[in-house]
């Protein structure tokens, strides 16, 4: 292994779960918008119009480095006409079973 792969898989190693799991949902998340852009043939400047938002935005989202909110998660659901997170629904007192990458599986169907 070379010099550079070993610094990355050290790196790596030293990360926190909880920040490789916020980086996995990141990318999930922004997989998924452009996963329906393209289903609904919609351009992202049709996004920003939709969503009241520029087309700078939009490219943040799609960039997998937003930390978005659930306001903005709403707004994009709400012009895409599909839900952007999945949350399984559980009954009082009870845990619905799921893992964090349900979204990744879904908008992974849709970058072949």
């Not at 998660?73 to 999945?86: D, E, H, W």
């Not at 079973?97 to 599986?105: D, L």
């Amino acid at each position: 292994m070379n010099k550079a792969a070993q610094m990355f898989h050290q790196i790596l190693d030293e990360t926190p779960e909880s920040l490789k799991t916020e980086i996995d949902l990141s990318f999930a998340v922004a997989d998924r918008i452009d996963a329906l852009l393209k289903r609904k043939g919609m351009t992202q400047k049709e996004l920003a119009r939709l969503t009241h938002t520029s087309e700078a935005a939009v490219c943040k989202w799609l960039s997998g480095t937003h930390n978005f909110t659930f306001s903005t998660i709403g707004k994009i659901s709400a012009a895409l006409g599909a839900p952007i997170i999945i949350v399984p629904a559980s009954t009082y007192g009870e845990v619905a079973e799921t893992t964090p990458t349900m979204v990744a599986e879904d908008a992974a169907e849709y970058r072949k």
